[in-house]
């Protein structure tokens, strides 16, 4: 099942009329009036031994207590979506208030926690031996600034519920409200009796305090959410890691999908939270025989079709010269597409929410990941020239595709070539976070080290825990 924009807006519009009060005592700390913030240190050090002690208290508590203390974490998540929305958009200029409530939602309700550890089992006339997932112990993790707050909150859920204690390293672009999530997690686990300090990061993250946090040695496991340069540094620490890093998820159409709904689907794939998701549809390769009618349906479900003289304009401005190269112009990133126009001279209204062009592959908007509502669309002669332009476009990232298509031989193909950790059939790229699809939902997914959605057993060691020669009752 897909979720369609007014439904999206309904929900949005429930969840706005059903905000309780405890929302203003979030806000009040958001806006300063309320004292320190729980889990915020001045010094990196101070923190992590924080982050130690209470890893110790957690770790000898019944599962049901870490579940109490996520539960807890669950509904103020849901309390406080509005305030994290609004303080996340404001923060950082980026993404759409409405499709962040959703997420912090998902991440309240589609998060796993304790129900994710498994225990396998050998019994026979030797004895009885178990696998048992326990915790690393205390997790340095770092943060976007796409997803700041989300990304705090679902980790915490899934490295609590594992056992371990979490010293984050939230982006500086996005300091406030991280470390705002982070005081609310403390803030759940001390309302039901739990330890403070479950969840730790500095007043002022930087570069320096993140190499700390590397390479120190009371921390055992790093993951990393964010770009190339963060992920891979975290690879080289030396210690056990987990890299969710970049990607540039191409969706492919071929000439036997429903056009109509694939162009509905991809539009609200792509514009969800203004395409900050690193899983949102970046570029669309489509047949040929197929491709203007896609573009025909995109247009409207809500999209701007650019003239050349507006593509090039679009590209000087997304894109900014550094060192002799382009990167990606910060203030473009997760901007609104009536934003995005307006820089370039173009009036439209609320109803435009998708930029859309058609280009060749080697387009620099097309070929970057943007994280903006500006779709490309590549034409291709047939399905397997599609496939290997999808291939090539996904630029070795393994991280996430997509494909319209009623050809089941087709989508097996392309699922085997392209080879990444989501690949969503029919459905917006939003459905393989769980939302308007089955599973569950994470904001952290592990494409370059294989771990793939992470969630609470992916935060564990495995134990082999052997009894010799007895309980076995069989
Ligand atoms: P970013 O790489 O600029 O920052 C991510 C984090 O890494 C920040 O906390 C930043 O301070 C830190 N960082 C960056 N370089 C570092 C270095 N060399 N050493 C230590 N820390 C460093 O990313 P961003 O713009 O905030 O987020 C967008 C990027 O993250 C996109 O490429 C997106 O695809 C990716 N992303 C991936 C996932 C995933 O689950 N795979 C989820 C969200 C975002």
């Given at each position: ?30 806006s300063g009036q309320s004292k320190k913030l729980m889990g915020i240190f001045e ?238 549809e970046k570029e669309v390769v489509a047949v040929k025989s197929i491709a203007d ?49 307006n820089k370039i001279g173009v009036n439209v209204g609320e109803e435009i929410r ?121």
């Open positions: 099942m897909s979720i369609s924009e007014q439904e999206i807006q309904n929900i949005v519009r429930n969840v706005l009329q059903n905000m309780g009060k405890s929302e203003e005592s979030t806000a009040n700390q958001a010094n990196i050090e101070d923190a992590i031994a924080a982050a130690k002690t209470a890893q110790k208290e957690i770790q000898p508590m019944p599962l049901e207590f870490r579940e109490k203390i996520i539960a807890n974490i669950r509904k103020k998540t849901i309390e406080n979506a509005k305030i994290f929305a609004e303080l996340g958009v404001e923060e950082t200029g980026m993404g759409n208030v409405g499709h962040k409530i959703l997420k912090h939602q998902l991440v309240a309700e589609k998060t796993p926690g304790t129900e994710d550890l498994s225990t396998t089992a050998w019994s026979g006339d030797r004895g009885l031996t178990l696998i048992e997932q326990g915790p690393y112990g205390v997790i340095g993790a770092v943060c976007p600034s796409t997803n700041p707050s989300e990304t705090v909150l679902c980790n915490s859920i899934g490295m609590l519920a594992a056992g371990n204690s979490v010293v984050f390293a939230p982006h500086p672009a996005a300091k406030n409200v991280s470390n705002l999530a982070i005081d609310m997690v403390n803030r759940a686990s001390v309302e039901v009796g739990g330890p403070e300090n479950l969840v730790v990061a500095v007043k002022e993250p930087t570069m320096d305090v993140s190499k700390t946090i590397f390479g120190h040695k009371d921390i055992s496991l790093l993951v990393a959410t964010g770009g190339p340069g963060v992920v891979t540094t975290v690879l080289s620490s030396g210690k056990r890691a987990m890299g969710a890093g970049a990607g540039n998820p191409p969706v492919l159409v071929d000439e036997t999908a429903n056009i109509p709904k694939a162009a509905e689907d991809i539009v609200n794939g792509c514009t969800f939270d203004n395409n900050l998701p690193c899983i949102a009618e896609l573009m025909y349906y995109m247009e409207q479900a809500g999209c701007y079709h650019a003239n050349d003289e507006e593509v090039s304009k679009l590209v000087s401005t997304v894109f900014v010269e550094k060192n002799g190269r382009k990167t990606l112009n910060r203030q473009c990133v997760g901007r609104s597409a009536k934003v995005l126009l998708c930029i859309i062009f058609k280009g060749d592959k080697n387009h620099p908007m097309i070929a970057e990941e943007l994280m903006m509502p500006i779709l490309g669309i590549v034409e291709v002669k047939d399905v397997d020239e599609g496939i290997e332009v999808s291939v090539e476009l996904e630029q070795g990232n393994r991280h996430s595709a997509h494909m319209h298509s009623t050809n089941v031989n087709n989508l097996t193909k392309y699922g085997k070539a392209i080879d990444t950790a989501i690949f969503v059939k029919n459905g917006p790229s939003y459905a393989a976070l769980g939302f308007g699809g089955e599973g569950y939902a994470t904001f952290t997914i592990a494409s370059r080290t294989g771990e793939g959605l992470t969630s609470a057993k992916n935060f564990t060691k495995s134990r082999r825990c052997v009894m010799c020669d007895a309980l076995s009752i069989r």
